[in-house]
């Protein structure tokens, strides 16, 4: 019989543990999500990781996510993953890399979170006197540049993609270990989200307000959700227009030196 | 010219945020947002109502056009958002959502 190994990865709060028969990829893993794993809490998914000879398909390969009699089943050229939440349980194949699992994980993560009335959002993320601030835009836009002149009193939870809740008649940002261009995980911490800025440099600082349908267009560019499922798309879209009207969503122009963060208050 | 019914096809989210009527396709993730008259026009699109009723009872009452001007901008609201799948045009009534859920998804 073959040894098992375990570890259990925990973002947004939300318990996943996963099963391999590969030490070295469980380790390989506790570094990948260092400060994200071991939680005291029961998991709320489990899933068995069966690890394969990497494949030649290219990993950029799109990714295809379908839900079939019950069973979300996940497709790129590096990985195969089905996952039943019924059940609470799936299977990934992959190889022993962190990238296919961290994609698998996004994956799964905005599955349920669109259930739950929240999403990911392309966007960093960072908790200052006890209220987190998202700053989303496309590619270029500043998320790593804000980050980076984020002064010593912040809290950063994501350079890359936030991990927005939603909870009683509010939402909370979490931090994930999802980097971007930093290439420095986010803190394992939450806090309730005060703004939403969507960026633009330009040369001088100024938060600007934006109209609703406005932000919730700029919004839905940058939720991540991956399956074409009509019933999916639609929790998305209330989900965002939910959080368009109970937190303030700005227009922030700035340029980049660390007196941004003197703006943003 | 014949009467035309139109409904909303199944295969979309829409709410109303701030009096503006926000669409999204399920389909293609197209979003629009509409103005007044096409969001009386969108909440009149019951699929039983022909257009022109619709045209008269709320366009034209409610904003003040003259009815020729009203037809030409409904029709061109039409067409257009039929042409994304998330508005359903028919020379007959609308059955039921059943069957505006099947013609959504052949569009």
């Given at each position: 019989m073959n040894p098992s190994y375990q570890i259990t990865v925990e973002i947004g709060g939300i318990p996943i543990l996963l099963h391999t028969q590969d030490d070295y990829f469980r380790r390989l893993l506790a570094r990948r999500y260092a400060g994200f794993v071991d939680s005291a809490a029961p998991p709320r998914f489990e899933f068995d990781i069966e690890l394969?000879?990497?494949?030649?398909?290219?990993?950029?390969?799109?990714?295809?996510?379908?839900?079939?009699?019950?069973?979300?089943?996940?497709?790129?050229?590096?990985?195969?993953?089905?996952?039943?939440?019924?059940?609470?349980?799936?299977?990934?194949?992959?190889?022993?890399?962190p990238y296919s699992i961290d994609s698998v994980l996004r994956i799964v993560h905005t599955l349920i979170l669109a259930n739950e009335g929240g999403f990911l959002l392309h966007s960093a993320g960072a908790i200052r006197n006890g209220r987190a601030s998202l700053f989303s835009g496309v590619s270029g836009a500043?998320?790593?540049?804000?980050?980076?002149?984020?002064?010593?009193d912040v809290t950063l939870l994501t350079d890359e993609v936030s991990y927005v809740r939603r909870v009683d008649a509010g939402y909370r940002a979490c931090g994930t270990p999802f980097?971007?261009?930093?290439?420095?995980?986010?803190?394992?911490c939450s806090a309730?989200?005060?703004?939403?800025?969507?960026?633009?440099?330009?040369?001088?600082?100024?938060?600007?307000s934006m109209a609703k349908s406005e932000a919730i267009r700029r919004l839905m560019r940058n939720i991540l959700?991956?399956?074409?499922?009509?019933?999916?798309?639609?929790?998305?879209?209330?989900?965002?227009?939910?959080?368009v009207e109970r937190v303030p969503v700005q227009r922030l122009t700035f340029t980049p030196d660390s007196r941004v963060w003197g703006t943003i208050q | 010219m014949n009467e035309?019914?139109?409904?909303?096809?199944?295969?979309?989210?829409?709410?109303?945020?701030g009096g503006e009527m926000m669409i999204m396709s399920a389909a293609d993730s197209t979003f629009f947002t509409l103005n007044p008259v096409a969001t009386v026009i969108w909440q009149a699109a019951d699929g039983l109502t022909p257009l022109s009723e619709i045209v008269v009872r709320h366009v034209c009452t409610e904003f003040e056009v003259d009815p020729e001007i009203?037809?030409?901008?409904?029709?061109?609201?039409?067409?257009?958002?039929?042409?994304?799948?998330?508005?359903?045009?028919?020379?007959?009534?609308?059955?039921?959502?059943?069957?505006?859920?099947?013609?959504a998804a052949w569009a």
């Open positions: 394969t000879t990497p494949s030649r398909k290219a990993p950029d390969e799109e990714v295809r996510v379908e839900l079939q009699d019950g069973t979300w089943r996940l497709r790129r050229g590096d990985f195969r993953a089905q996952w039943d939440p019924g059940a609470g349980r799936g299977r990934i194949r992959q190889s022993a890399n500043g998320k790593t540049t804000i980050s980076r002149l984020a002064p010593p980097a971007g261009e930093l290439a420095r995980m986010g803190e394992n309730p989200i005060a703004f939403l800025f969507f960026l633009q440099q330009g040369p001088e600082n100024k938060i600007e959700f991956f399956a074409e499922d009509s019933a999916l798309v639609e929790n998305v879209f209330q989900s965002a227009c939910e959080f | 035309q019914y139109i409904a909303k096809s199944s295969a979309i989210a829409s709410r109303l945020l009203a037809h030409r901008d409904v029709e061109r609201f039409v067409e257009e958002l039929s042409g994304h799948g998330i508005l359903l045009v028919s020379e007959r009534p609308f059955a039921d959502s059943a069957t505006r859920s099947k013609e």
